[in-house]
Nanobody
Framework: VQLVESGGGLVQPGGSLRLSCAAS????????LGWYRQVPGKQRDLVAV???????NYADSVKGRFTIARDNAKNTVELQMNSLRPEDTAVYYC????????WGQGTQVTVSS
């Protein structure tokens, strides 16, 4: 499974960004897609995930600000990030799990004035 991310960048506090990830390859119909993030020197943390049935799980720190959605027909997942804060700055990784686990290359999100 290959995961290709897009949509990172620099944004001012309070702004918005949308991350996208396209999965390709040997994809099982039952899977979980999502996003994790990592800052240097720290572990990779959950941001949000969504199952193929649409069940979602968000980190407490992003609830009410971020929204995850997926298109099962296209094997894509998006993360709409609103009201961004400097502490959201990190490398964001697309994640896929169907019993096998795969990661994207990561995309940098920087929130700064």
């Amino acid at each position: 499974v290959q995961l290709v991310e897009s949509g990172g960048g620099l944004v001012q506090p309070g702004g918005s960004l949308r991350l996208s990830c396209a999965a390709s390859g040997s994809i099982f119909s039952t899977n979980t897609l999502g996003w994790y993030r990592q800052v240097p020197g720290k572990q990779r943390d959950l941001v949000a995930v969504i199952t193929s049935r649409g069940y979602t799980n968000y980190a407490d720190s992003v609830k009410g600000r971020f929204t995850i959605a997926r298109d099962n027909a296209k094997n894509t997942v998006e993360l709409q990030m609103n009201s961004l804060r400097p502490e959201d700055t990190a490398v964001y990784y697309c994640y896929y799990n169907d019993g096998r686990e795969y990661w994207g290359q990561g995309t940098q999100v920087t929130v700064s004035s």
